[in-house]
């Protein structure tokens, strides 16, 4: 990612845990931040039995929700709030009970959309859906932080 600006917002920092926890869906499933940085997040979540399919594997749902989250976040961390637009997955390798970790991060700042790449990997750290998203701005915490 060409980096946009080395640290993260005032802004970003107090209003974080905010944001994250204004999302009962990411509450539901259990997903929590692992790290974060500008530009950046990896996100983790323990799945089990009741996130899996007729497969036994996780259903599809659980990591687009993981992926799209993460490069949603990823937006957040440099001052955007963004919907998505539209997201493009390729499935690699199933996604089974356990922890998995999705990585999201900014390779577009644009005033209008952002473009970012997402990645989800399994306990093993093997690499088990890719995505790229577009994302829409709603919000640009830099000009109207409270509005």
Do not use: W
Request: with cysteine.
């Amino acid at each position: 990612m060409g980096r946009m600006a080395s640290e993260i917002s005032e802004h970003v920092k107090q209003h974080f845990n905010e944001f994250y926890e204004a999302n009962p869906f990411l509450e539901l499933l259990g997903v929590r931040v692992a790290s974060y940085e500008r530009g950046r997040v990896s996100l983790e979540m323990d799945v089990k039995h009741e996130h899996t399919n007729v497969h036994h594997i996780a259903h599809g749902g659980v990591a687009a929700t993981m992926v799209d989250t993460a490069m949603g976040i990823a937006c957040f961390t440099c001052d955007k709030g963004v919907v998505t637009l539209g997201m493009n997955m390729s499935f690699i390798r199933p996604v089974c009970e356990g922890r998995i970790r999705a990585v999201g991060e900014v390779i577009h700042a644009g005033k209008h959309t952002m473009v970012c790449e997402g990645r989800v990997f399994d306990e093993n750290g093997t690499l088990c859906l890719k995505s790229d998203g577009t994302f829409f701005v709603v919000r640009d915490f830099t000009t109207n932080p409270e509005g």
